[in-house]
């Protein structure tokens, strides 16, 4: 059972927009920032959101992050093939005294 | 260019010991905190420790800890971790990351994974 809860999976048809949510307490997400990876198979994870709603240089627009209290979301805007991946949220935890991560979710472009 | 390059992973059985290294170029170590996180089959990314960069600050999951020890060497650039008493449910690739920052030096809780490596296969079985 993750700290972080995400929805198993997601879905759209290509141009469509998708959005994970990521549920935490206030131990987490109510206190740090959120950040989102991207998880390709056969490749390594790579952050595509840090600071809740930053962008890493690199990372195209049409992937944006909110929070807000305790969630945090990731939209997907103008859904493409290759955005077929596994996605991931993560913060600190200050009553772990560790990172948590979300349990992940898998988008399907249908 | 930034790398970081995993190597020490196998086969162990239960109760053994194994010892993981991350070998890193294209940056200055020794100004980043540095993590291991983990991915068992099948299953999602699981955070496993982190040390700061001089090694004073030192951070585990509750599932490793007492069992795993993390260590730096930055004359070596390299990252490493000691696992004993090593269970099948500790079966995942292994990967070392980057806590990267707007100001190089912040605190883990305003830090990101980045970059990742490409991780190595520990295989905890009979």
């Known amino acids: 059972q993750s700290v972080l809860t995400q929805p198993p999976s997601a879905s759209g048809t290509p141009g469509q927009r998708v959005t994970i949510s990521c549920s935490g307490s206030?131990?987490?997400?109510?206190?740090?920032?959120v950040n989102w990876y991207q998880h390709l198979p056969g490749t390594t994870p790579k952050v595509l959101i840090h600071?809740?709603?930053q962008w890493p240089s690199g990372v195209p627009d049409r992937f944006s992050g909110s929070k807000s209290g305790t969630s945090a979301s990731l939209a997907i805007s103008g859904l493409q093939s290759e955005d077929e991946a596994d996605y991931y949220c993560a913060t600190w935890d200050d009553s772990l005294n560790g990172w948590v991560f979300g349990g992940g979710t898998k988008v399907t472009v249908l | 260019e930034v790398q970081l390059v995993e190597s020490g992973g196998g086969l162990v059985k239960p109760g053994g010991s194994l010892r993981l290294s991350c070998a890193a170029s294209g940056f200055t170590f020794r100004s980043y905190t540095m993590a291991w996180v983990r991915q068992a089959p099948g299953k999602g990314l699981e955070w496993v420790s982190s040390i700061s960069s001089s090694g004073s600050y030192i951070y585990y999951a509750d599932s490793v800890k007492g069992r795993f020890t993390i260590s730096r060497d930055s004359a070596k650039n390299s990252l490493y971790l000691q696992m004993n008493s090593l269970r099948a449910d500790d079966t995942a690739v292994y990967s070392c990351?980057?806590?990267?920052?707007?100001?190089?030096?912040?605190?883990?809780?305003?830090?990101?994974?980045?970059?990742w490596g490409q991780g190595t296969l520990v295989t905890v079985s009979s």
């Open positions: 990351a980057r806590e990267d920052c707007t100001t190089v030096g912040c605190s883990s809780h305003l830090a990101w994974f980045d970059p």
């Open positions: 600071s809740n709603n």
């Open positions: 206030n131990s987490n997400i109510g206190i740090n920032p």
